[in-house]
Structure formats: C-alpha cells, structure tokens
C-alpha cells in the first residue's frame, strides 16, 4: 500500500476561489476585509509565518497591516495598542503573534482581542461556541482544528462513528481539536505525555492526528497496517534546518492509507481558515451578528 497524499494545494486553491468573491462582494458594500499582525520584537519564524499571511490576504484581495512593536515595550503601552486596534472601524481582524516578548506573557493574551475580531480564535467568547457543541464552520473559531476539519471534509473523510485518536492536548490544537472532532459525532480519545501506551490508542483509531511537537515522533510502529489509518500530521518542527513533521513520513507512508504532507498539509490549510475567518469577521459585522 502506498498512502495517498492528503495536500492542501487543491483545497487552498478552492478556498481561495471562493474567497475572492468573497471579497469582491464586500468591496461592492464599501468593506475591504482588513487584517492586523500585531508583531512583538522580530522573532525570524514569527517573520515567516506573518509573511504567509500577508500573501495570501493580498491574493484574495484582503489588506493586509503590520504593526511591529519594539520587544522591551511596556505592557501599558502594548495593552493601549491592542485596544485601539479594537476600537478601529478600519480593521476586522487582529492577531497578536506569538510569543511574545517575557514581561508581556502573563498577560491575559487569549482574551485581548475582541471577539468580534478574534480571526485567531482564540477568545473564550469564541472557543466556548466549540465546548457549547457547535457544527457552524463560519464561526470564528481556532484555526488549525477548523482548517484539518476541512482538509477532512474536502477529501471525503467520515467523521460521524470514526473512531480519532489526538495526541496532544494543547489549547491551540489538541483540545479544541479533540472537542470540535466530537461534535461531528466522531468518538475521540485525546492522548498526550502522561497517556501510557501512545501505541495502543494510534493503532486502534482510524483518523491520527499527531500535535505533539516532536520531531518525526511516530514511526511505522504507531500504526496497525490493517486499520488503514488515515494520518494527519500537525506538527512543525525543525530538523537539520527543515521543517519536519510529527510523523516519519518515509517510515509510515507504505503501512498507512493516506497521510498530510509537511511541508503542505496542515500549515496552508492553517493560514487559509484564518483568511477565511477574517472574512467571516466582516460578513458578520455586515449583518450585525456579534
Ligand atoms: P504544545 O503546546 O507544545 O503541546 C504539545 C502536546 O504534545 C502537549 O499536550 C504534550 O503533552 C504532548 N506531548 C509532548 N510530548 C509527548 C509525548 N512524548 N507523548 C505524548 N504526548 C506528548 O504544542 P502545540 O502548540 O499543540 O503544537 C504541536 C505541534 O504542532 C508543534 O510542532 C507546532 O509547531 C505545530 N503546530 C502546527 C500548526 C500548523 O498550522 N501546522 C499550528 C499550530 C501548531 P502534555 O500536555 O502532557 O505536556
């Protein structure tokens, strides 16, 4: 068995398509979708990662805003900034990049941006729509969980009684992964570093995702040949200078059904969901939803 590819070029281009029109529609009502990177010091993945958005924002026909701030600011001064940015008729979508600088961790990050320009997801206004059982893809929801539910969707994945195993229970990924997967009726067991026997839980599901951020953390032991698995790889890591899933792609590729790829799995459907929310954002506005 050679696993198919599961890449997220075909799905991007789709959205991208739709997004456009998207767009060009609200441009029509006088409302250019306008987003802002909200960028502490100059961290070098941070720049690339800010660079992937600004691209495709600019594709679709979104703005595109970068406001970089110095890494020793105080936390006044970086709080006041945030809350203009959410006072600005002008912008709709606010992300504050991670991480950022040591005296402004323990602020209450998650919570700053408003809700209604939360593209990242990450407000407890936003993510409480994911605990309260929600299907509505539209949402403003967490990117990364939303864009493999899309990945899984447009390649014709059942999630209704299939057995996921999650491996990682970050609040990024792994939970509101695991959460958003049961709410389409999917049975999920969310697996992490004090879970006993990792194996027992990957060669039992028929969906893995793997969150863990180690890597090439799973090999062809992880799997039961049998089960057919299909595999979603999340992580990102750095190996030898490349970037390198959590999983041994060339290990497992013959023993699984079908596999994303990394580079050009999870991470283009990630930056596409958050293009998607920011519109999203704007629609909602445009119709007085909160
Ligand atoms: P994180 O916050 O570091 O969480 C990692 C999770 O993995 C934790 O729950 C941890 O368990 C678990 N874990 C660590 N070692 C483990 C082990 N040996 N066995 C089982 N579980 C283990 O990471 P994250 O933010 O979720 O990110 C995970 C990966 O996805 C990273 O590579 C990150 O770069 C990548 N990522 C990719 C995208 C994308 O767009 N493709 C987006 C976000 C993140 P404990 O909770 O017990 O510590």
Redesign the pocket.
């Known amino acids: 068995m050679t696993a198919k590819i599961l890449s997220a070029a075909p799905v991007v281009e789709k959205f991208k398509l739709t997004q456009a029109q998207r767009c060009q529609a609200l441009k029509g009502k006088g409302l250019t979708p306008s987003m802002c990177v909200v960028l502490v010091g100059d961290n070098p993945a941070s720049q690339s990662y800010i660079r992937n958005k600004r691209r495709v924002c600019e594709e679709v026909g979104a703005s595109f805003r970068l406001d970089q701030l110095p890494a020793n600011i105080g936390r006044d001064e970086f709080l006041t900034h945030v809350e203009r940015l959410n006072q600005d008729p002008g912008i709709h979508g606010i992300i504050v990049q991670l991480p950022v600088s040591e005296q402004l961790r323990d602020l209450d990050l998650p919570n700053l941006v408003t809700p209604a320009k939360d593209i990242d997801g990450f407000h407890g206004a936003n993510t409480q729509n994911i605990y309260a059982g929600t299907r509505d893809l539209s949402l403003l929801l967490p990117c ?1 969980p939303k864009g493999v539910i899309h990945l899984l969707n447009f390649y014709g994945y059942q999630l209704q009684g299939t057995t996921v195993a999650v ?4 609040l ?3 939970k509101p992964l695991s959460m958003l997967l049961t709410n389409f009726d999917a049975t999920v067991t969310l ?5 006993k026997d ?1 194996r027992e839980v990957t060669r039992q599901a028929k969906i893995v995702i793997a ?4 890597a090439r ?1 799973m090999d062809r032991s992880y799997f039961d040949r049998d089960r057919r698995t299909i595999v979603i790889d ?4 750095s190996l030898n200078g490349k970037l390198t899933g ?1 999983v041994d792609f060339e290990d497992v590729k013959d023993v699984v059904e079908a596999i994303t790829p990394v580079p050009g799995g ?2 283009p459907m ?1 930056v596409v969901t958050l293009i998607d929310n920011l519109i999203s954002a704007v629609e909602r506005t445009a119709k007085g939803i909160q």
């Open positions: 990364t491996i990682g229970r970050s990024i990924v792994g697996a992490h570093s004090q879970t990792i969150a863990v951020g180690r953390f999340v992580g990102m890591n959590d999870v991470g990630t």
